[in-house]
Nanobody, 117 residues
Framework: VQLQASGGGLVQAGGSLRLSCAAS????????IGWYRQAPEKQRELVAE???????EYVDSVKGRFIISRDNVKNTVYLQMNSLKPEDTAVYYC????????????WGQGTLVTVSS
């Protein structure tokens, strides 16, 4: 599975951005897909993820502001980020959990989101 992320950039606090992650390859083997982020000197954390055909997880700090969605025809997952805050500044990574006899983690290249105050 290959993951191609796009959509990062610089935005003022209160603004919006939409990230996209296009998956290719063995997309039918994707069990979960979503976004993680890593701020400077912090650990990578889950932002939002769609699990299988159902449950969606969000980290508490983005609930009510971020929306994750998936287009199964385009094999693309989106992260709509609204009411952005400076603390949302991070490199955002697309992630897929893929079952290929065992579960494997796949990562896209990071895309930088910078929120200015």
């Amino acid at each position: 599975v290959q993951l191609q992320a796009s959509g990062g950039g610089l935005v003022q606090a209160g603004g919006s951005l939409r990230l996209s992650c296009a998956a290719s390859g063995s997309t039918l083997s994707i069990n979960a897909i979503g976004w993680y982020r890593q701020a400077p000197e912090k650990q990578r954390e889950l932002v939002a993820e769609i699990n299988g055909g159902g449950p969606i997880e969000y980290v508490d700090s983005v609930k009510g502001r971020f929306i994750i969605s998936r287009d199964n025809v385009k094999n693309t997952v989106y992260l709509q980020m609204n009411s952005l805050k400076p603390e949302d500044t991070a490199v955002y990574y697309c992630h897929a959990l893929v079952f290929e006899r065992i579960f494997r983690n796949y990562w896209g290249q990071g895309t930088l989101v910078t929120v200015s105050s």
